[in-house]
């Protein structure tokens, strides 16, 4: 087997996968190679953004699957005094690099962009709720609903918010949906919603003047006009 360019080593050097002479050689190298010792560094803050960015432990074959294809991949020769055919070469196995970084993350079970937007949208979802809970005009109103569980709605005018909080709902049968409506002084309801059970929501706008919230059961997609009788009605004035 032809013995390995130093300059192809950065990412098993980052894992800890070299033997012990290569990493011996491929350690002296970096002593005087600029461009191995930039990418290390990078490839070392990359690897770390990544593990915490997934929770879940890597399958235990990964590793294994990892090393088996690395063999197979063509290794690039050696290129010495070609300083812009060298920095082509690193700009091309740190794309390669990144690829690779990327398939570990899904095949790991992960999904770290799942996950990212996952945590990403429950935070906003935090904030809009705090904004709302911490206006000093908000109130909040209980209600029950028909057949089992309750409706919690926090109104604030200021903020022109309000969080629904749906617990304990009654299944429905299936091809059925919850549909939530905001019911204004004239009495015209206004649909801000569907929810297949239990949920909380931050309702945005739609709330200043209203003067009820209702739940009612629909199909599903929802209906243009509430069903009657309605599961929950809540007066908010």
Known sequence: MTEPDVH???G???LDALPD???V????HLAECTFCTTEVDELR???VKLATQVSTPPPP???????SAIENVRQLPPVVHDQPAVRRRFRRRSILALAAAAAVVAVSGGIAIDQYRDRTAAEQANRQMAAVLT???ARTVHGAVQGGGQATVVVSAKADKSVVVLRDLPELPAHRTYQLWMIDPGQTAHSVGLAAGDLTRVINGSTAGMKAFGLTVEPDGGSPKPTLPA???IPLA
Do not use: C, G, I, S
């Open 21 to 23: 002479d290569e990493r």
């Open 45 to 47: 803050a990359a690897a």
């Open 25 to 28: 050689r491929f350690e002296a």
């Open 8 to 10: 192809t080593l950065t």
């Open 135 to 137: 206006q000093p005009d």
């Open 231 to 233: 599961a929950a009605l």
């Open 61 to 67: 074959a990964l590793k294994a699957n990892v090393m």
């Open 12 to 14: 098993p050097y980052v």
